[in-house]
């Protein structure tokens, strides 16, 4: 009976605390939760219930007094209401959810587990954001094995992230890259069971139903997904990648540690902050996304295929039969690469290399890992073309600005090379561009001396000098520089002797050459021409008006200050708050004054109209007070948590 009249009882004791509940989020101004708010409403009149009791009876008794405590008692309620949601808000930022808690304990342990393989492999302290200042560059080889270690045992999400980190030359001394790039991600295929249920669930029945045959033994396994054989009803033989049960959970679970990871890392030390770490964890975030919907990789199929060069074949997507997590495309029968006859493999290197090139040059869309695994030799004797979960994309601004790259490259031009490379990069504020341009004559005389042949470590001197510019390189650029580093890799075990950069650069001056024939400078002049058209139409009336104006002295500039709406926000904002601060500060030092002082009548005994007052301003300076802690709390949380 009295649980059952507590539950009777609650709709009451929330119509009781809601008024104050309502006055909290208005003195506040921002959007509490109910169940939050109710708490603190709750706690507030606790609070001025036990300080009315601790009044004298003198005073509770007399009417007078009592009708002036009113304003501190309610004040009490409040400024106790308001504390409770500023703690709240410091101790759990936008609120308490349930739901999220689950995701905290498994987050959190994630978060054990891999801070314990940090500390096993000697990284700890670099977790931490601290490094240490006496590493001798002979143990930078060490230290870098010991990252490979950690990131191969801390399961998928690592892995990849240290196969994105081996890319980037710009950012990483050569012998991490060197180090990173050893890492695989070739492991223990998943349960028979597991895999059968989520094909079953992705294509609506059993796999036994939907193909003609399908071999239960995966052709290839990884940190994502496996490969199988199977053939359509038609008779036409597939390949059937399945995403491996659970990988998605782990990846996200993964990728939200890696961004809080990164972004205590940039607020604690200024080496990641110069490394960029927040800005790299979300490129990587963004293309494990990617990775891991295969829908999306149909689509770069697609992308991908319309921009190919017919020496290398790709293979063919079944929409129909494809879903996020399963993805069916016809098979490409063929030898692994190294069985490539010797008298072929100088064409099939030119051919792997024009193919990119062009697809990273004119299309715009390019397969971001032809390493070796990523191609086999076709009965017809092209190359096959695998795995399109990675995949960069350009926009035209630079792709023009790679081609101006290389041709200057080609020219031995440190002015056009650093234009060029200004293209490509997000430049800074304070960049020197005289001392940028000696640095890159420098790169050039060292490589295109007389006697010298280029290779590709000019690009390793390429990415010191931006590293020692502070230049940032956009994730599509480095995953240009990550595809040429895999496939000079490929390109070198197909032909030892094979010239990457002069064959490259032949490729740009064709390029060239191909935008300077007569029908291809037609086609550009009349692209102008039609998008110009339209202004050239109407400057002869704008120069009418502002000829009339001049002669009538009707001519004026109009600069109109805060038009953006965000600035005027962002100084109402500013004002606002001085103002809160201002009263804030006068009420309070009123208080003070009336609250120390011994004039005023007297309302009873022990107390003053001036002291009622001056509990009341005490109570109003302390109310705007704790309102602007909680605006710099809940925006600083808000902004913390659009960094992550």
């Known amino acids: 009976m009295d649980i059952l009249l507590g539950l009777l009882t609650l709709p009451l004791y929330a119509l009781v605390l809601w008024p104050l509940v309502v006055a ?10 109910a169940v939050r708010a109710l708490c603190g409403a709750g706690f507030g009149w606790l609070v001025a219930g036990g300080i009315g009791q601790a009044f004298p009876l003198s005073l509770r008794h007399n009417g007078g007094a009592a009708v002036g405590l009113l304003i501190p008692l309610a004040g009490s309620a409040f400024l106790a209401t308001l504390i409770f949601l500023l703690v709240a808000e410091m101790a759990l930022p936008g609120g308490f959810r349930l739901r999220a808690v689950r995701t905290k304990i498994l987050r959190a342990r994630r978060y054990s587990q891999i801070s314990r393989i940090a500390i096993k492999h000697g990284l700890g302290r670099y977790l931490a954001g601290r490094r240490d200042p006496d590493l001798a560059p002979g143990r930078h080889a060490k230290l870098a094995r010991s990252l ?129 770490v927040a800005e790299l964890a979300d490129g990587f975030a ?41 993805l069916v495309m016809s098979r490409l029968d063929g030898k692994p690469l190294e069985t490539a006859p010797a008298a072929d493999r100088k064409r099939l290197a030119r051919s792997l290399l024009r193919c990119l090139l062009d697809q990273v040059m004119v299309g715009g869309v ?7 695994g990523n191609l086999m030799l076709l009965a017809d004797g ?58 890159l004559g420098a790169l050039v005389a060292r490589h295109f001396g007389p006697g010298r042949t280029a290779g590709l ?88 008006r502002i000829g009339a104006a001049l002669e009538e002295g009707r ?43 011994t004039g005023g009548p007297r309302i009873a005994a022990d107390l003053t109209l001036h002291q009622v007052f001056g509990y009341n301003l005490l109570v109003i300076s302390a109310l705007v007070g704790l309102r602007l802690l909680f605006v710099v709390f809940r925006r600083s949380g808000r902004r913390s948590r659009s960094a992550r």
């Open 24 to 33: 909290s989020r208005r003195v506040l101004g921002v959007r509490i939760g």
């Open 148 to 276: 490979r270690r950690a990131l191969e045992e801390g399961g998928v999400t690592f892995v990849k992230l240290g196969q994105l980190l081996s890319t980037r030359a710009d950012v990483l001394p050569p012998v991490f890259v060197d180090e990173l790039g050893k890492l695989q991600d070739q492991v223990a295929p998943a349960k028979a069971d597991a895999v059968w249920a989520v094909l079953t669930e992705e294509l609506g029945g059993s796999p036994d139903d939907v193909f003609a045959e399908f071999d239960p033994e995966p052709l290839a396994t990884a940190s994502v997904a496996q490969v199988y054989r199977a053939k359509l009803r038609g008779g036409e033989d597939v390949v059937v990648k399945v995403q491996r049960p659970g990988v998605r959970e782990q990846a996200e679970r993964d990728i939200d540690i890696v961004r809080r990871v990164a972004a205590a890392l940039e607020d604690r030390a200024d080496w990641a902050r110069s490394l960029g």
């Open 286 to 326: 963004e293309a494990l996304a990617e990775e891991l919907d295969f829908t999306i990789e149909a689509r770069n199929i697609a992308a991908v295929t319309a921009t190919s060069c017919p020496d290398v074949a790709l293979p063919t997507v079944h929409k129909e039969l494809s879903t996020e997590r399963v």
């Open 366 to 372: 390019f397969h971001a890992d032809p390493h070796p």
């Open 382 to 439: 092209r190359l096959g073309l695998l795995d399109f979960g990675s995949v960069g994309r350009l926009d035209a601004g630079l792709r023009g600005g790679l081609q101006n790259l290389v041709l200057a490259l080609d020219r031995g031009d440190p002015a056009a090379l650093r234009d060029g490379l200004l293209e490509i990069v997000d430049r800074t504020d304070d960049i020197d561009e005289q001392r940028l341009e000696r640095a």
């Open 457 to 544: 470590d000019l690009f390793t001197g390429l990415f010191r000098v931006v590293a020692d510019f502070r230049l940032s390189v956009p994730p599509p650029v480095a995953a240009v520089f990550r595809a040429l580093a895999t496939v000079e890799g490929t390109l070198a075990a197909l032909d030892p002797a094979f010239d990457v950069v002069a064959e490259s650069r032949a490729f740009a001056v064709e390029q060239v050459g191909a935008r300077l024939r007569p029908d291809s400078l037609r086609h550009t002049a009349l692209t102008e021409v039609l998008a110009l058209l339209p202004v050239l139409r109407r400057i002869p009336r704008r120069v009418d």
């Open 555 to 597: 001519l004026s500039v109009n600069v109109r200050l805060f038009s953006d709406g965000r600035d005027r926000d962002v100084v109402t904002s500013l004002v606002h708050e001085v103002l809160l601060a201002f009263v804030g500060a006068a009420t309070g030092l009123m208080a003070v004054l009336l609250l120390t002082g």
